[in-house]
């Protein structure tokens, strides 16, 4: 009876475990969050950039390897297929066979898709961004003018209380034109800025690039325009390294250096060949000596 | 040199030809083998685990085994002193200690080569150096250097061991074929003619000329290693001629020590007399005083100012971590011989051994200090380092790689002492026929 007993509770046990088991395993799927970005850079082709990512420990990792579906307004103008690789992201381009549905309607949306599979459950996002058009202009007072309007009611239309920002160009991000960090659009959708980095440099000819861009906007995404102005200092490229220096590499060694050293190993190494040869001379005359004996 | 004119051809010869190893000579080889054989497993261990089995680490990168680089190739000049310097100067009282000299600077150029490679991390990168060197590089101008001075000790070595060769091959007692095929093979075309003569003369004194330039420009090089970089205690014009002054030194000790052991063992009273004990003792005091002159210059001057950059490294050498090396180098590697020397009865040959023993040992333990005592005083501060970073002594890998190799350099001598005649025998007799 005891032995019963013992198996009985033996077994609910399993079957309570492999309940929970099958359970976890249902709960077991991760949500998958796929946020989407717009960027538009000089009024070209926009791009969208796309990133996946799934919550583990309360804190967002991003995930590699979603296959994400991308459409422009519905599931007929396809994008493309992508799969998202390094932190998550991929990077998506208006395809040129898109090029009339896009040029057809003031505003779209983007669609983008993912299957369900072993961890994530299906899952899908939109982004309807405004139509932003930014001119960037400049006066010879070294002052920056850049007009926002929008595209709305079939006609271009100023927008009035955007947050921006004017910067200089550099290597990997933008350095403020100014004092301010950010400028907002007056009622005629303008933001000036003063130039004040006057000894900035610049290319060989002094040209520096200048811009203007809305960033992470919910409502028009990332927009960028860029002009280059000769307001800076003209930069001139230090070739020294490129120079025959002591400090340089094999090939770039001083000429007088050569011609010692050279000269220098060549002399010692000139006399010791010759040793050679009058040892050859000796072994020669011994052998001829020899020769004559015998 | 007086007592040989009353001797035979064959007296001399039979003197002076190779002898097989005695017991003692048997037991000598055999512990030198052993510290080689122990310092290749101790560079197996090293090849297998890296460099961190030695003491170096980032800021003494360099160590013993540099100390040793720069010792060796130090007494390697004794072979242009001995060999060519007396000899151009028409000095004949040195005659029976060329080849002496020859060989140690042989022998210790080769194992100076041998452990800058040991000093590799990675020693199959070692062609890296001649492919893709930099000829603005002191360490390239040493590669070429020490590579021609070992060519020109070798063939200053092979020349005058030519007419040797013919008594060499007509004297060894037969029951050593091997020998003597060996013998006939370096030098059976030596018949001693006129002209073989005349050849072999001029091509000696080429290289004496030659070898002098050489020599100079070896150790020079070897002390611009040191010398072009900006560090405390390396920071000197006079790198140059310190270095050499102290080579020089070391070189005339270590033929000294070497003209005892084998005067002893070779029972070569004859031949290497208290005379020549005399007179290199002579040399030795000039050279001792030289380079003491170089020391003074060195260290004095410098601790006179006490720059504050230069201050710790002194202070460490002088009164500090590296005193007792310091003065051990300072008093009995240069001091107390020169002290001996100045008097009569300190340059007899028991003296003189030890006098050399001292000036050997007293310079290796200062290319220790001109070595590592500066790479662990940086300009900049050493700030969150471990520890074993802030000192250096060698591990056990160290000793027996850097022992070794000193064994090998010994092992070397004395194999070729067991091969050829140490003094050259046909010289010699040349010399004797002149003097009588």
Redesign the interface.
Same mark, same amino acid.
């Given at each position: 009876m005891l032995h019963i007993n013992k198996f009985n509770t033996s077994a609910l046990l399993i079957l309570l475990a492999l309940s929970g088991f099958h359970q976890a395993n249902a709960q077991d799927k991760k949500s998958l969050n796929v946020s989407m970005a717009y960027y538009l850079t000089n009024n070209n082709i926009p791009y969208v950039v796309v990133t996946t990512k799934t919550k583990i420990d309360g804190k967002f990792k991003p995930v590699n390897n979603i296959e994400v579906s991308l459409f422009l307004d519905s599931p007929t103008n396809v994008i493309g297929k992508f799969k998202t690789a390094g932190k998550g992201i991929l990077v998506a381009t208006i395809p040129p066979a898109l090029k009339d549905a896009w040029n057809a309607k003031p505003k779209h949306t983007f669609l983008a898709t993912t299957k369900a599979d072993k961890e994530f459950d299906e899952t899908s996002n939109e982004l309807a961004p405004g139509r932003l058009k930014i001119v960037l202009d400049t006066a010879d007072d070294k002052n920056v003018t850049a007009l926002v309007t929008e595209f709305k009611d079939n006609a271009w239309t100023p927008v009035k209380g955007l947050e921006m920002k004017l910067g200089i160009k550099r290597f990997g991000a933008d350095l403020q034109i100014g004092d301010e960090q950010t400028y907002t659009t007056d009622s005629l959708g303008q933001i000036k800025g003063e130039f004040k980095k006057l000894l900035m440099p610049g290319d060989e000819h002094g040209n520096i690039v200048l811009a203007a861009r809305v960033d992470d906007n919910d409502q028009y995404g990332n927009v960028r325009v860029e002009r280059t102005v000769p307001w800076g200092t003209k930069f001139k490229t230090d070739n020294s390294f490129f120079r025959r220096a002591l400090w340089g590499t094999r090939f770039r060694t001083p000429i007088w250096l050569l011609f010692m050293a050279y000269s220098i190993a060549l002399s010692v190494w000139g006399i010791l060949i010759y040793l050679i040869f009058m040892i050859l001379k000796i072994k020669k005359l011994g052998k001829e000596e020899l020769a004559k004996h015998s | 040199m007086e007592k040989i004119k009353t001797f035979t051809d064959d007296k001399i010869t039979s003197d002076l030809l190779p002898q097989k190893f005695t017991q003692r000579g048997m037991l000598w080889v055999g512990f030198l083998l052993l510290l080689c054989g122990i310092g290749l497993f101790a560079y197996i261990r090293q090849i297998k685990y890296g460099l961190i089995v030695t003491s170096m680490r980032d800021y003494a990168s360099w160590g013993i085994y540099i100390s040793n680089f720069v010792f060796f190739v130090a007494i390697s000049l004794v072979g242009s002193l001995i060999t060519a310097i007396l000899r151009l100067t028409g000095v004949h009282w040195s005659t029976p200690l060329t080849r002496i000299a020859e060989i140690i600077a042989v022998s210790a150029i080769t194992f100076a080569a041998i452990i800058i490679i040991v000093d590799m991390g990675r020693p199959e990168r070692f062609l890296n150096l001649p492919l893709?060197?930099? =000829?603005?590089s002191p360490i390239m /101008?040493d590669v =070429?250097v020490i590579t021609?001075y070992f %060519? =020109?000790s070798l063939?200053l070595l092979?020349?005058p061991l030519?007419p040797d060769m013919k008594i060499l091959i007509e004297k060894t007692d037969k029951s050593q074929p091997k020998l003597i095929k060996f013998y006939k093979f370096l030098g059976? %075309? /030596?018949?001693g003619?006129h002209?073989?003569f005349r =050849?072999?003369k001029?091509?000696i004194t080429?290289?004496s000329i030659?070898i002098i330039p050489?020599a100079f420009s070896i150790h020079t090089v070897t002390s611009w290693l040191f010398a072009t970089t900006y560090r405390p205690g390396w920071d000197s014009t006079n790198f140059g001629a310190y270095f050499i002054s102290g080579a020089f030194l070391v070189g005339a000790g270590g033929v000294v020590v070497a003209m005892f052991v084998f005067r002893s063992m070779y029972k070569l009273e004859n031949y290497i007399t208290d005379l020549h004990f005399d007179r290199m003792g002579k040399i030795l005091v000039m050279l001792g005083l030289l380079y003491l002159y170089f020391n003074i210059n060195e260290y004095l001057i410098p601790a006179f100012k006490m720059k504050k950059s230069e201050e710790a490294h002194l202070t460490g050498l002088l009164a500090g971590e590296f005193a007792p090396v310091f003065w051990f180098a300072i008093i009995v590697g240069m001091i107390i011989p020169i002290i001996i020397l100045v008097f009569k009865w300190g340059r007899k040959p028991l003296p003189m051994f030890v006098v050399g023993l001292m000036v050997v040992i007293g310079a290796w333990f200062k290319r220790y200090l001109i070595v590592t005592p500066t790479l662990l005083h940086p300009f900049l501060p050493m700030h969150n380092v471990p520890a074993n970073y802030l000192h250096y002594f060698p591990s056990w890998e160290e000793w027996a790689i850097a022992i070794g190799s000193l064994s090998g350099a010994m092992l070397v001598i004395t194999i070729f002492a067991r091969i050829f005649p140490i003094i050259p025998i046909q010289e010699t007799i040349a010399e004797n026929h002149v003097t009588h």
């Open positions: - | 893709y060197g930099r =000829i603005q /101008w =070429i021609t %060519f =020109i063939m092979y020349i030519l059976s %075309f /030596w018949v003619s002209m073989q =050849i072999s001029k091509a080429i290289l030659t050489v």
